[in-house]
C-alpha cells in the first residue's frame, strides 16, 4: 500500500474519519477540531496496513495484498478545481497518467495506467465503479465529492480478477455510501473564472500588410485591424454545487446526493454542464446475516462542443487580420476563398455540434452469511445510457449547410453470484472464493442528415428543412454481446506474515472467434510482511514493511468489436437495376475467425516500508509486462484478400517500469504539519514484432508506419512525424536532419534537409512524476501540487507552419516569421523540441472556519489556481499535449492547442 | 466444498449461448435465396464499386487512384505546386517529372482498389457456383459471363499499369499461390474471357437509364476488346490491328455513332447521349459516385461562384496547350469546351471577381511544375471544364447527375483509324468524321496527327498515358524547367508503373518491374 498524503480538507472523509470526527466534535473547540483533521490523516495512514480493503471481488486485509494498487482517498484526491472526478486523480498515483482537459479541453480526458500495451487502442483502463463495469466517460459524470476512493489495480496478479478486460489496468471507484449516523447534510460548492495567459502570437493587421508587401503579394485588405486569436476567447467560467444527506441507524441507513456543474470554457460557445443524482440504501437484517445494498445513480450531461477544434485554432491564428470582426455589411462573414482550410474563425463559431447524455445505473447487492465464514454473495446491476447528437453547420461554412441528428442507447445488465469461504486458523487463514458472472450488452442507434437549407434559421431543428437526404447521411446499428466468467480464488496467509494468493479466471465472449471462445487468465502472488517477523521488533523505527511479487495474465479484447469475427455482408453501395436505384449488399472487410484474446503476462515485484512513525513511507514497485497476441489491424496482401486490413493475432510488445512513491513528514507538531509526497515513473516500452502466422501462413506487418502526421496547407500525404517502428518504442519521430537554414538569391530562407531519415525521439515520457506538498498552520493550509513529464520530444508542427512565409497573403504568420523569411515547410528535425515540463497544477489555500454552533460540524473556505505555471524549455505554447495516447495528435503540437489558462475558484465547504 | 457449489454455477452458464445473432449485418446465406437475391447480391452489388466518393476508389471521377495514374503520369495535365498549396509531399512533381517510387501512394491505392473488384467477382463467382440450383442454366451463364467480364476489364487496366501481375481467379487462393503471370498471360486471358462471355452479355446500351444502365454489357466488353487489341503490341509483344478494326466494326454495328454536339456527350443529363458506350451513372439523390476532378481543378472563387468549392489544382500543361492551339487563330473548337482559360464567368456570364475585385483570370501560359513565389501562383493553368455544369450538384460540387463517361464512340473511330493506318490503308474517313463533328477542319490521317487527335477529343478522359506509350513517345514530359535534371528513361522502365513496395513487403513472391 501507499502512503497517505497529508491534506486535511475532506469534510467528509471515509468511513472511519467520519466517526473520528464525530467522536470529537462533541468538544467542539477550535483546537481540538484542528488536532482532529490532523489525527484522522495520520489515522488513514495506520488504516492502511490494517483495515480491511476491497480489492476487485474479494475483501481482504491491507498487509496481505501482494499486487501493485494504489488506493487514492478523498483526502488524496486533487483539490483546486476538479470538474471532472478525473482530474481528481491527476499526479497522485505513480503509473497513472491523465491527460486531462486543462489545454486541450475539447479532448476527452485521457487516462492510462502504465502506459500503452496494446496497439489497437484499447488502452483505456477497466473502470469498475461500486462493482458496475463502465468506462471512463461515465466516470466522469461522477461528482467528485461523491466517490469515496480510487483503487487502482495495476499488474496482473490483482486485474487477472477482471480476465479479459484488465489488460489496460483497472480503476476500481468506490462510492460514498450511508453511515450508520445521526441524520447530516453537507453542502460543497466552488465558483470561479478562467483566465487565458498564452497564445500563439501572430502578425497584427499592418504587420501582416507590411509582410505581404514585402513579398510582392497581392492581398486582401479590408482595413480593419482584428486579432482573431482574441475574437473567440472569452472569460472562462465554472461551478460546482454539490448537495449531500444521510443518516441511518447501524441496521439502515442511506445517503443521497445531488450535483451540478456548469463549465464555460475561455473558448466561445463551448459549454459543459453536468447534473447528477445518486442514492444509496443499506438495510441489514436476521440478526446482520444478511446485508441487503441498493445503488442509484443517474445523470445528465449537456455539451456545447466545437465540431472541429482544429480548424477553428488554426484559422482563429492566420486568418485575414485586416477583416474587420463580426459580420459584414451584408450581414454575414467575409472569407478568404483562397484559404481552404480554414474559415472566418466567427463564422465558424456558428457551427453548432451539441449532445446531451444521459446515464442510470441501479445495482442490488445482497450478501449472506449462511455458515460461519460462509458468505453469498449476489450482485446485479443495470446500465442504461443514451446520447443525442446534434449538429448544424450553417450554408456560409458549409455549401449547402448540413443537419444531423443522432442517438446511441447502450444497455448494460451484469450480474455474479459469489461464494466465499474463510477459515480462522490459530495462526493462518484461509480464503476462498468462486465467482460466476454473466454480462450482456446491447448497443443501438441511429442518426441522420440532410443538407440543402435554404435558411440557417431552423438549425438542427427540422431536418425537413433541408431538401435533400443523402443515402450515406442516414443509417442505424445494432449489436449485441455477451460474455461469461468463472473466477476461482484461494488466499493463505501464516502467522500475519506470508500470504499467498493465487486467481483462476475463464472468460468466454461472444465476440471472440468460435473456436477461442473462452481464454483462461490464471495469477499467483505472495506477500512477506517482514515488519511483522519477529527478528524485526526490535527495530522499532520500522512501522511497516512488506515485500510482494506477482505474476499473472490478463486479456484485452476492447479493440474487438461485435461480429467481428463473422464473414457478414451489409449494405455497400446503390447501383442502378431494373431501372430504378437498389441498394447491394456485400462484404466491407475482411473477417477473421481465429480473432481471440490479446494476453499481457505481467511480472511484479514490490516493496512498502514506513518509518519513524510513519513520518517516511515509501513504496517501490519494479514491473515487466510482455503482450502477446496482439490485437492489430494488420496489413495483409491484396490479392488474395479483398481487402489490405485485418484485425488479427500476431505481434508483441514489452513494457518495463519502475514506480516509486514515497511520502514524507517533516514537520508535525500541535499546531503545524507538513507533508510532502511524490511518485516516480519510469517507462520503457518497445514493439517487439508485429509477425505471426495466420491461417498457416506466415504475416509480416510493414515494420514501419505512420502514427501522426502533420494536417493544414500543403501537408496532404506524406507528412508523417510520429511512426510505429518495430523494435523501437511506440511512437518515435522519425524524420530527416535539418543542417540549417540556406538562403537563396531572392534572400528566402529554406530547411537545409538531408535526405535520409532517422529516429531522433520518443513521443511519449520516460519518466512522469506528480508531487503534492502540504502545509497546515493552524486552521489554515495550503497545498500544491505539481505534475512532470520528461525524456519525451514535442513536433512544433505550430511553428513550422506559422513561420512559412509561403502561406501569404492567404494565411496569416506569426510574429517573428517575416524577419526570418523562410519560404519552406519540409519537414525535418528542425522543429523537434524537448517536451520535458513540470506543471504547477495548482494551489489551494484553505482556512477551517472555527463554528461555536451546535448545528455545523465543519466549515471550509478555499481559494485555488489551477494551471499556475509550466516550466519549460519548449518553445510553443504548452508542452502539454497529447504525449500518451496512441493517435493520429501523439507528440504533435499542431495547431490545434487551446490557449493557456488558468483557473481562479473559490470553494465553501459546510456540513451540518 | 468447492465442487458442490461449483456445480450450479457451471449450470448456469452452459444455459446462456455465446453465438453472435447479428442484426445490422447479416450472413450471406440469407440474401442468396432467390435468383433475384443471386443477381443483386452477386453481380450488381460489384457496379457499387466502378465510381467512387473516396480517394483512390472508383475507375474515375476520385483523386488519388486510377484515374490520377492516367491523367498526372501523362503530359496532358499536371498538379502544379501553388505555394504550400498541392506541394503534398512531392506527390504531384513525381508524377509530373516521372520520378515516383514504389513507395508512391496511388500506385497502391490504384493496386488495392483493382484487386479488391477482382477479389470480389472472385467471391461472386464461387457464389453463383455454390448457389447454382437457384438458377436457371442460363441465368447462371448470363451472371456468371457478366462477373467475368467486369473482372477480366480489370484485369485489363492492371496489366496497363503495371505489366506481369498476378492472375488470381479463385478466393481461395492461398498467399504462397499468388505469383506474377506475364503480361502476355494476363492479357491472354482477359482477351479470352471477354471473348467467351461476349456472347452471353446482353447486347444493350448501358448508359440509357433502364434495365442494363451502367451494366457491362456487349458494347461495353467490345470496346475493352479494341482496346486490349489497339495495345497487344505493348502488352504481349503482337500487334493485333485487324482484331482492332473487326471489334470496331462490331462496335459501331450496334448503332453507336458521334453525338452531333460534343459538349452533349458530357452534358448534366447525358444519359441520353448515343455515342457514350459505358458511363457511371451519377445522380445526387439515387446513387453515391462522386465526380471530384472538377472539385480539384477549379480556382477558389470559380467554384464558389457556383456555390461549390474548388480546390485549385489541376490545369493543362504546356505540351496540350500547344496541341490545341491554344492563343492562336487556328485554336481547337474543343479547347473552349474543355477548359477555362482567361476570364472566368458564373452561370450567368457575369465575370467572377478575385480576391480584391479584379476578374478573376486564369494565365494558361504561366503554369510550371513549381509555381510558388510566381505571380501566377494561384491562376496559372487552363482548368477543367469538360462537364457541364449541374447547378444542383451537393458536397461540395462533387455529387452531381452529369453521368462519368468512361467508354465512347469517338474513339471508337480514332481506334479504327489509328488501326487501319497502321496496317496500311487510308483511314481519312473515321478521321474526318471527328474532326468534323468539331467543327475543324480536315487534316490528313497520318499517325502524328492521330496522337494529337486523341488528346483533343479525349482530353480529361484518362487515354493520355496509354496513347502515348503506344506511340513509344512516353516520357518524362516536364524537361527544363530548372529543377531536377530529367530522369534517364531510355530503357522505357517508367511506362510500367512499379508493384507498390507495400504490397511487395506482404509477398516476396511479387517481383518488381525493371528499373525501380
Keep these: 500500500m501507499k502512503t497517505q498524503t497529508g491534506t486535511f480538507t475532506s469534510p467528509q472523509g471515509t468511513r472511519h474519519e467520519v466517526r473520528t470526527r464525530k467522536r470529537r466534535m462533541l468538544c467542539t473547540a477550535l483546537m481540538v477540531l484542528t488536532v482532529a483533521l490532523a489525527a484522522s490523516a495520520q489515522e488513514a495512514k495506520r488504516d492502511s496496513i490494517g483495515k480491511t480493503m476491497r480489492v476487485g471481488y474479494s475483501d481482504g486485509k491491507a498487509n496481505t495484498v501482494a499486487g501493485a494498487i494504489d488506493k487514492v482517498t478523498e483526502q488524496q484526491m486533487n483539490k483546486g478545481l476538479v470538474i471532472s472526478s478525473l482530474d481528481a486523480l491527476s499526479g497522485q498515483a505513480a503509473g497513472v497518467q491523465v491527460t486531462s482537459g486543462g489545454n486541450q479541453a475539447a479532448m476527452m480526458t485521457a487516462v492510462r495506467v502504465r502506459g500503452t500495451t496494446s496497439l489497437t487502442g484499447a488502452n483505456d483502463p477497466l473502470v469498475i465503479i461500486d462493482g458496475v463495469i463502465s468506462d471512463l466517460s461515465t466516470l466522469s459524470t461522477i461528482y467528485p465529492a461523491d466517490i469515496e476512493s480510487f483503487t487502482i489495480l495495476k499488474d496482473a496478479s490483482e486485474t487477472a480478477q477482471y480476465g479479459s478486460r484488465g489488460a489496460a489496468g483497472v480503476i476500481e471507484v468506490a462510492t460514498k455510501k450511508g453511515t450508520e449516523s445521526q441524520f447530516h447534510i453537507s453542502y460543497n460548492g466552488t465558483i470561479g473564472f478562467e483566465s487565458i495567459y498564452k497564445r500563439t502570437r501572430m502578425l497584427d493587421a499592418s504587420q501582416f500588410r507590411q509582410a505581404a508587401t514585402n513579398l510582392n503579394l497581392d492581398y486582401i485588405d479590408k482595413g480593419g485591424d482584428t486579432d482573431y486569436g482574441r475574437s473567440i476567447e472569452r472569460t472562462g467560467f465554472v461551478q460546482n454545487h454539490h448537495v449531500a444527506f444521510g443518516g441511518g441507524t447501524e441496521e439502515a441507513n442511506y445517503r443521497a446526493s445531488i450535483g451540478m456543474t456548469e463549465h464555460k470554457t475561455v473558448v466561445e460557445t463551448n459549454n459543459h454542464r453536468n447534473y447528477t443524482a445518486k442514492v444509496d440504501i443499506s438495510q441489514q437484517a436476521f440478526d446482520k446475516r444478511l446485508t441487503v445494498d441498493l445503488g442509484f445513480f443517474g445523470s445528465i450531461q449537456k455539451n456545447n462542443n466545437l465540431p472541429f477544434l482544429q480548424k477553428l485554432m488554426y484559422s482563429a491564428h492566420t486568418f485575414n487580420p485586416t477583416i474587420p470582426n463580426g459580420r459584414n455589411a451584408d450581414g454575414g462573414y467575409d472569407q478568404v476563398t483562397e484559404a481552404t482550410w480554414i474559415n472566418n474563425p466567427n463564422s465558424l463559431l456558428e457551427m453548432k455540434n451539441d449532445d446531451d447524455n444521459g446515464h442510470l445505473n441501479a445495482h442490488l447487492n445482497a450478501e449472506a452469511t449462511l455458515l460461519e465464514g460462509l458468505k453469498l454473495r449476489a450482485f446485479a446491476s443495470y446500465s442504461y445510457s443514451s446520447v443525442n447528437n446534434a449538429h448544424y453547420y450553417p450554408t456560409f461554412v458549409w455549401s449547402h449547410g448540413e443537419a444531423y441528428r443522432g442517438n446511441n442507447k447502450s444497455e448494460e445488465l451484469l450480474t455474479n453470484i459469489a461464494l466465499e469461504y474463510n477459515l480462522n486458523l490459530p495462526t493462518s487463514n484461509l480464503q476462498l472464493m468462486a465467482l460466476g458472472e454473466g454480462e450482456s450488452q446491447k448497443v443501438k442507434g441511429f442518426y441522420t442528415t440532410t443538407t440543402n437549407f435554404p435558411t440557417d434559421a431552423f438549425g438542427y431543428d427540422k431536418l425537413s428543412a433541408g431538401a435533400t437526404r443523402l443515402w450515406d447521411g442516414t443509417d442505424s446499428y445494432s449489436t449485441d454481446a455477451h460474455m461469461e466468467s468463472m473466477l476461482l480464488r484461494a488466499q493463505y496467509s501464516l502467522a500475519d506474515r506470508y500470504t499467498l494468493t493465487g486467481n483462476a479466471r475463464i472468460d468466454a465472449s461472444s465476440k471472440v472467434g468460435k473456436n477461442h471462445r473462452s481464454g483462461f487468465f490464471p495469477s499467483v502472488s505472495g506477500a512477506w510482511v517482514i515488519s511483522n517477523e519477529n527478528w524485526m521488533k526490535r527495530l522499532t523505527f520500522v512501522n511497516n514493511a512488506k515485500l510482494r511479487a506477482g505474476y499473472g495474465l490478463s486479456g484485452n479484447l476492447g479493440a474487438i468489436d461485435s461480429y467481428n469475427s463473422m464473414q457478414l455482408v451489409q449494405p455497400n453501395g446503390l447501383v442502378p437495376l431494373e431501372g430504378t436505384s437498389a441498394t447491394t449488399l456485400g462484404i466491407i472487410r475482411n473477417a477473421n475467425p481465429d480473432l481471440k484474446w490479446e494476453v499481457k503476462r505481467t511480472f511484479n515485484i514490490g516493496l512498502d516500508a514506513a518509518f519513524w512513525n510513519e513520518r517516511i513511507a515509501l513504496s517501490i514497485d519494479l514491473y515487466r509486462t510482455k503482450t502477446t497476441d496482439m490485437l492489430y489491424v494488420y496489413d495483409v496482401p491484396v490479392p488474395p484478400f479483398p481487402y489490405d486490413k485485418l484485425l488479427a493475432n500476431l505481434g508483441s510488445m514489452r513494457n518495463n517500469g519502475l514506480e516509486i512513491g514515497f511520502g514524507i513528514t517533516p514537520l508535525q507538531t500541535k499546531d503545524m504539519l507538513l507533508t510532502i509526497n511524490m511518485n516516480w515513473s519510469f517507462q520503457s516500452n518497445k514493439l517487439l514484432s508485429l509477425d505471426g502466422d495466420y491461417n498457416g501462413q506466415h504475416l509480416t506487418a510493414p515494420q514501419m508506419k505512420g502514427i501522426s502526421s502533420l494536417w493544414g496547407a500543403g501537408f496532404h500525404g506524406a507528412s508523417d512525424v510520429v511512426m510505429q517502428i518495430v523494435g523501437q518504442p511506440l511512437g518515435v519521430f522519425y524524420l530527416p536532419h535539418c543542417n540549417g537554414l540556406t538562403t537563396d538569391a531572392s534572400g528566402a530562407r529554406h530547411y537545409d534537409v538531408s535526405t535520409e531519415k532517422y529516429i531522433c525521439g520518443q513521443a511519449t515520457p520516460k519518466a512522469t512524476m506528480g508531487s503534492n506538498i502540504a502545509f497546515r498552520f493552524r486552521q489554515w493550509d495550503i497545498t500544491v501540487q505539481t505534475n512532470g513529464a520528461f525524456g519525451h520530444k514535442i513536433y512544433n508542427g505550430t511553428a513550422l507552419t506559422y513561420m512559412n512565409t509561403l502561406s501569404l497573403p492567404n494565411y496569416n504568420i506569426m510574429q517573428g516569421a517575416p524577419e526570418k523569411n523562410i519560404q519552406d515547410q519540409t519537414i525535418s528535425d528542425y522543429w523537434l523540441e524537448r517536451g520535458d515540463y513540470l506543471n504547477i497544477d495548482y494551489l489551494t489555500v484553505g482556512w477551517t472556519i472555527p463554528t461555536h454552533s451546535r448545528h455545523i460540524q465543519s466549515l471550509r473556505l478555499s481559494a485555488s489556481v489551477n494551471n499556475l505555471a509550466t516550466i519549460t524549455s519548449y518553445s510553443g505554447t504548452t508542452p502539454i499535449i497529447n504525449s500518451s495516447v496512441i493517435n493520429g495528435t501523439l507528440g504533435i503540437d499542431d495547431k490545434n492547442t487551446f490557449p493557456v489558462y488558468r483557473s481562479y475558484t473559490a470553494g465553501l465547504s459546510i456540513q451540518f | ?516
Design chain 2, 1 to 516: 466444498m468447492k465442487k458442490t457449489h461449483l456445480a450450479p454455477l457451471l449450470l448456469l452458464l452452459a444455459a446462456c449461448t455465446l453465438d453472435e445473432h447479428p442484426r445490422d449485418q447479416i450472413p450471406e446465406e440469407q440474401i442468396l435465396t432467390t435468383a433475384t437475391g443471386l443477381y443483386r447480391n452477386t453481380v450488381a452489388t460489384l457496379y457499387s464499386y466502378i465510381g467512387g466518393d473516396q480517394d483512390g476508389q472508383g475507375l474515375q471521377g476520385t483523386c488519388r487512384g486510377v484515374y490520377d495514374l492516367q491523367t498526372f503520369g501523362s503530359d496532358e495535365a499536371m498538379l502544379p505546386t501553388r505555394g504550400t498549396d498541392w506541394y503534398d509531399g512531392g506527390l504531384w512533381q513525381d508524377m509530373y517529372r516521372h520520378t515516383w517510387t514504389a513507395g508512391h501512394d496511388l500506385m497502391k491505392n490504384a493496386w488495392l482498389y483493382l484487386y479488391k473488384v477482382i477479389a470480389l467477382c472472385n467471391r461472386s463467382l464461387q457464389q453463383l457456383d455454390s448457389h447454382r440450383h437457384i438458377l436457371t442454366a442460363t441465368q447462371l451463364q448470363q451472371y456468371q459471363a457478366e462477373v467475368r467480364a467486369i473482372r477480366a476489364i480489370y484485369y485489363w487496366y492492371l496489366i496497363d499499369f503495371f505489366g506481369p501481375v498476378p492472375l488470381v481467379t479463385s478466393p481461395d487462393a492461398s498467399m504462397q499461390e499468388v505469383r506474377q503471370s506475364t503480361r502476355q498471360q494476363v492479357f491472354q486471358f482477359a482477351v479470352d474471357e471477354l471473348q467467351a462471355t461476349l456472347p452471353l452479355l446482353a447486347p444493350e446500351n448501358s448508359t440509357h437509364p433502364g434495365d442494363y444502365y451502367g451494366r457491362v454489357t456487349q458494347p461495353v466488353a467490345l470496346f475493352v476488346l479494341a482496346k486490349l487489341m489497339l495495345n497487344a503490341q505493348i502488352y504481349s509483344g503482337t500487334p493485333q490491328w485487324e482484331q482492332t478494326i473487326r471489334y470496331c466494326n462490331q462496335l459501331e454495328e450496334m448503332g453507336y455513332r458521334l453525338e452531333p454536339n460534343y459538349e452533349d456527350n458530357f452534358a448534366v443529363h447525358n444519359e441520353t447521349s448515343v455515342e457514350n458506350i459505358w458511363t457511371i451513372p451519377l445522380d445526387h439523390h439515387l446513387y453515391r459516385s462522386q465526380q471530384q476532378n472538377l472539385f480539384r481543378s477549379y480556382h477558389y472563387r470559380h467554384a464558389a461562384a457556383y456555390g461549390f468549392t474548388g480546390e485549385n489544382g489541376s490545369c493543362a500543361t504546356l505540351t496540350t496547350l500547344r496541341i490545341f492551339g491554344y492563343d492562336t487563330p487556328d485554336v481547337d473548337t474543343r479547347f473552349a469546351l474543355n477548359y477555362w482559360a482567361g476570364v472566368v464567368t458564373d452561370l450567368n456570364g457575369d465575370t467572377v471577381p478575385d480576391r480584391n475585385g479584379r476578374p478573376l483570370t486564369y494565365q494558361p501560359w504561366a503554369v510550371q511544375m513549381d509555381l510558388s513565389g510566381t505571380p501566377y501562383a494561384e491562376t496559372a493553368g487552363a482548368r477543367m471544364k469538360k462537364y457541364q455544369v449541374d447547378k444542383n450538384a451537393l458536397k461540395d460540387g462533387k455529387l452531381m447527375d452529369n453521368d462519368i463517361v468512361l467508354f465512347r464512340f469517338a474513339d471508337v473511330l480514332l481506334m479504327r483509324a489509328e488501326a487501319t493506318i497502321r496496317c496500311g490503308r487510308d483511314a481519312q474517313a473515321d478521321y474526318d468524321r471527328v474532326r468534323l463533328r468539331a467543327g475543324m477542319p480536315t487534316r490528313p490521317a497520318t499517325l502524328p496527327n492521330l496522337l494529337d487527335e486523341r488528346l483533343l477529343e479525349l482530353c480529361w478522359e484518362g487515354w493520355r498515358r496509354q496513347d502515348l506509350i503506344r506511340f513509344h513517345q512516353y516520357r518524362s514530359p516536364y524537361q527544363g524547367d530548372g529543377q531536377t535534371a530529367p530522369i534517364d528513361e531510355t530503357d522505357g522502365h517508367t511506362t510500367l508503373y512499379p508493384i507498390p513496395a507495400d504490397i511487395r513487403a506482404l509477398n516476396s513472391n511479387l517481383k518488381q518491374n525493371p528499373g525501380y
